[in-house]
C-alpha cells in the first residue's frame, strides 16, 4: 500500500512536468554536469519554469556549479518539502543539502538509491515544471536505471568528447537507452575546439566532429558543439554558469543553440 501510495504521488508529480530530459554520459569528466547545469539555466533564463534534478548521489556538483551550496530545501505550507529555489524560474534539488558535512562519503546498496532518487522526484514538491533536467552520474548503473524506470517519458541527451574513446562510451550509452526503451533526444559534442583565452576565436584542439558522424551512424540527432573554454571552469568553480555569466560569448551562444535544437 505504501508503494502504491508512493506510485500515485510520482505520477501525480510527474504529470506537472511537460518535458524531463535526462543528462547521461558512458564515463566521468566530460562534462556532463556543465551541460546540465547550462542548458537548465539558459532555459530559465527564456522564461521557462525549470526544475534540475542531481542524481549524482556519489559525486554531487550541481550546488557547488550553481554557487548555492548555503541554499536549503523549503518547507511548503502543507509541510512537503519543496525543491531549492535557485532564482524564479530555476529550483534544483542534489544529495548534498541532505548529508550532515559535504565531504561525507556516501555507501549506498541498489536499493537505497532506488528509493532515494524515487523520493527525490515524487516525494519533493517541484511544482508545475516546463523542463526538468536530470544530471544523471556517469555510466549505466542504477541512477540512471531508476530514472528511466521512474520517469518513463524522460528522454536522453548524451555528451561526449571528440576523442574515440569516449566516443566509444556513447554506444555503450545508446545501447542502454535501447535496452531501457527510452528516447534518445540527442548528443552533445563538449570539449569540441578551442576558444583563445586571448583573441576569442576557436582553435581546434583534438579532432573535432567526431560526435556528429557518430550520431549519424547511430542514427541520433546532433544537438551541437560546445569549445573548450577556460572560462567554463572558472564559471563553474564560482557557481555562475557561463550561459548567465557571460551571456555574449561564442561558449554560451553554443549552448543556446543546443537549447533550440531540444
Ligand atoms: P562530468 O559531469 O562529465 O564529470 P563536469 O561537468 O564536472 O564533468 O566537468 C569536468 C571538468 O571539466 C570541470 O572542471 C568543468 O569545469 C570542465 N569543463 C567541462 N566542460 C568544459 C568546457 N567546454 N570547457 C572547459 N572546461 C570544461
Redesign the pocket.
Known sequence: AILDQQDKKLKEQLSKIKHKIMVM?GK????????AVNIAVGLSLQDFMVGLLDVDLHGP?IPKMLGARDLKLTRRPDGRLGAIKYSPNLKFLSIEPLLPAEDSAIIWRGPIKISAIRQFIGDIDWGELDYLVI?AP?GTGDEPLTVAKTIPDAYALI?TTPQEVSLIDVKKSIKFCQKVKMRILGLIE??SGFICPHCGKPLDLFKRGGGQKLAEEMGIRFLGK?????R??DT??RGKPIVGAYPESL?AQAFEEVIRNI
Do not use: E
Open positions: 554520459s566521468g569528466g566530460v562534462g556532463k554536469s556543465t551541460v556538483s544530471d556517469p555528451v563538449n570539449m560546445i569549445p573548450v573554454d577556460p567554463v571552469v563553474g568553480d561558449t
